[in-house]
Each structure stands twice: as C-alpha cells, then as structure tokens.
C-alpha cells in the first residue's frame, strides 16, 4: 500500500503563497505520474497540475502562470508551490499518484487551503 501525507496547507491573504508537500511512503520513480488535485465545498474534485516520470508538467488552465509542480526523487516528495493566491483557489488539495503496470493509484488525506479577500 501506498501511502501519501499532505502538508503545507493553511490560511493566507490574498497575494499570497503557500508550497504544498506530498510525502510518499516509496520511491517516486516507481510512479508515471502524479498530480495534484483540489476540491472546494459543494464542488467536484478537479486537476490542478501534473508532473511525469521524465518531468514533463502540465497545469490547468485556471492556474495561469501561478503554480509550479515539481517532484524530489531523492526525498519521494511531489510540491506544489503557489503564487498570487486568490479566495477561488479555496479547497482541499489533494495528492494523487499512478503506475499503470503495477496498477496502483492512490490518494493522499488533502491538505486545506484557504485564501480570504
């Protein structure tokens, strides 16, 4: 089983910045892709970023130059750092990671951001 664990979640201003951590409990090269989700109360969960095996990243398209996806082989860590936060970026956000012959996807607990006017 893998295992995620958020943190760096919290409560800023708008304007401001936070860097999310997601912690595995394995090394991340055995993963061909993880990504960052986020899920606002009433809402659907929705992709936020993503970064591959070989580095490649892709964002939404909400996110608008403000985030970057990055991952630490050596430390099995996946960030999400986030700049010029606005109150829309309120949610929970969510780690995510796959292997696709090993069959494996799993979900971190979520760490709460929350950005006031």
């Known amino acids: 089983q893998v295992r995620l664990v958020e943190s760096g979640g919290g409560l800023v201003q708008a304007g401001g910045s936070l860097r999310l951590s997601c912690a595995a409990s394995?090394?991340?090269?055995?993963?061909?892709?993880m990504n960052w989700y986020r899920q606002a109360p009433g809402k659907q969960r929705e992709l936020v970023a993503t970064?591959?095996?070989?580095?490649?990243?892709n964002y939404a398209s909400f996110v608008g130059g403000r985030f970057t996806i990055s991952k630490d082989n050596a430390n099995n860590t996946v960030y999400l750092q986030m700049n010029n936060l606005k109150p829309d970026d309120t949610a929970v956000y969510y780690c995510?990671?796959?292997?696709?012959?090993?069959?494996?996807?799993?979900w971190g607990q979520g760490t709460q951001v929350t950005v006031s006017s």
């Open positions: 970064v591959t095996r070989g580095d490649t990243t």
């Open positions: 995510r990671v796959r292997n696709w012959i090993a069959n494996v996807d799993s």
């Open positions: 394995g090394s991340i090269f055995a993963f061909d892709v």
